[in-house]
């Protein structure tokens, strides 16, 4: 079956390190997102691509970055990982770009910057 | 950005009661979505709603796209245990960017027999 999966599932770093989050998903979707959840701001977009070499800035993409170089994955990296970077994100997918187009998310990743 | 206004924040209620819960906003918005997220898992999208007044129901569940286009509401009749979860609605302020996808805050259902 096709699926959307997301690795690790939990990490922990520190302050300054670089970490890449990975999501990888086997539906030939070409629109892929990253999303990060906090308590009390729901599901918030930072960036999403609509194909291979394309990516887009969300809402909070600041010390973030992604790059898409084939279809089925969306690596998201922080370069220089701060203590506001701890949260849960989840990586979703969707066959079109439109409202109407399901997008399926992935199980999440919990990070935690000390 | 613009956020949502999703109330409650959290429901404790007994098994068959039923559930209420809606989403507000300041802005006009074409397309509602209402999505579930089971504990340790990612969203699943449980309805879409596309035009004002729309009611669609799933099952058990029921939402409905505001007349003034600012609100929604979704409605679980006769819950049970695996309701529980996180409901998130979200909206769309354009028909074309998923950029522009905005999500509440949550509403945490928690179920006792």
């Known amino acids: 079956d096709a699926e959307i999966t997301q690795s690790p599932r939990h990490k922990i770093t520190e302050t300054g390190r670089q970490v890449t989050l990975a999501c990888h998903q086997t539906?030939?979707?070409?629109?892929m997102f990253w999303y990060r959840q906090d308590l009390g701001h729901g599901l918030r977009l930072i960036h999403y691509?609509?194909?291979?070499?394309?990516?887009n800035k969300g809402e909070v993409s600041d010390g973030y970055s992604v790059s898409r170089s084939n279809t089925e994955d969306l690596p998201l990296t922080l370069e220089s990982a701060a203590s506001s970077q701890t949260s849960v994100y989840f990586c979703?997918?969707?066959?079109?770009?439109?409202?109407?187009?399901?997008?399926?998310f992935g199980p999440g990743t919990r990070l935690t910057v000390l | 950005g613009q956020q949502l206004n999703q109330s409650p924040q959290s429901m404790f209620i007994q098994e068959g009661e039923d559930v209420s819960m809606n989403c507000t906003s300041s802005?006009?918005?074409?397309?509602w979505l209402w999505y579930k997220q089971d504990p340790g898992e990612g969203p699943v999208l449980l309805i879409a709603?596309?035009?004002?007044?729309e009611l669609t129901s799933n099952g058990r569940l029921t939402a409905q796209f505001g007349i003034t286009r600012k609100d929604s509401f979704l409605n679980i009749s006769a819950s049970i245990p695996s309701d529980v979860g996180i409901y998130f609605c979200?909206?769309?302020?354009?028909?074309?960017?998923?950029?522009?996808?905005?999500f509440g805050a949550g509403t945490q259902v928690v179920v006792t027999p």
């Open positions: 979703a997918s969707s066959e079109g770009r439109g409202p109407s187009d399901t997008q399926y």
């Open positions: 709603l596309y035009k004002a007044g």
């Open positions: 802005s006009i918005f074409n397309t």
């Open positions: 979200a909206g769309f302020m354009t028909t074309d960017s998923w950029g522009k996808l905005q």
């Open positions: 691509s609509y194909g291979v070499h394309d990516t």
């Open positions: 539906w030939n979707h070409n629109n």
